[in-house]
């Protein structure tokens, strides 16, 4: 199996974060005022064109998310401010959440997301036993992988990661 | 209005359940961080065996 250590040091450390964070260990951070909208936009267009247009695996994909990732790690850290129209949200929510209908989404989409994982990680062990036989139980990461050497998967592919980024930064990092 | 059982197994709005999720820090940096190992793991890092 490849070796993945900066991907095993950031996993740890976050976790080792989030732990000290539970216990207390952590000073307390103010959240941040959200961003306006023309330097978020401007900053996902940039990472969209390098991440696309520049060689995969490069120095500038490396740059490119050290960077978003500081940003996105710090921000989410922190969240931000609730909106003005927040505490309306709020309401309708806690109203969901009394009558076990919030309870009910979360239970399927948790559902979905550990049948996911356990796909993918019977996947990835079959394709590990069975090598010969790796073209019948190919991981996300094999099917993936030729399409992004294409530019305009690529493009697609970090265009949707990084949209998918902006709305996570912008949901619910409030309370 | 739905009543009886079709109310009862009734579903929240997603976009709902996700403020409620990204509302606790462990969970939103849990998400985040994995969103942003899927950038490195595809774009950055190498992606499959050699």
Known sequence: ?175 | VAHGPAQRARTGPDCQLFDLILGERAARITLLLFWWWIGWHFLVARTVDP
Request: aromatic fraction near 6%; include cysteine; charge should be neutral.
């Open chain 1, 1 to 175: 199996v490849r070796a993945a250590p900066v991907d095993g040091a950031v996993f740890t450390l976050m976790a080792l974060a989030l732990l000290a964070d539970a216990l207390g260990l952590v000073p307390h951070v103010g959240a941040l005022a959200a961003p306006g909208t023309a330097p978020v936009l401007a900053g996902a267009f940039a990472s969209c064109l390098a991440l696309a247009f520049t060689p995969r695996h490069g120095i500038v994909d490396g740059i490119v998310l050290v960077a978003v990732g500081v940003v996105a790690l710090v921000g989410g850290w922190a969240g931000v401010r609730p909106r003005a129209d927040a505490d309306r949200d709020d309401e309708v929510r806690d109203g969901h959440h009394r009558d076990g209908t919030l309870r009910r989404t979360g239970i399927l989409w948790a559902a979905v997301a550990v049948a996911t994982c356990l796909w993918e990680l019977t996947s990835f062990v079959l394709g590990r036993l069975l090598p010969e036989q790796k073209a019948q139980h190919p991981a996300i990461s094999d099917l993936l992988d030729p399409a992004l050497d294409q530019l305009w998967f690529r493009a697609l592919f970090a265009a949707g990661w990084v949209a998918l980024g902006v709305a996570l930064l912008g949901r619910g990092g409030h309370r």
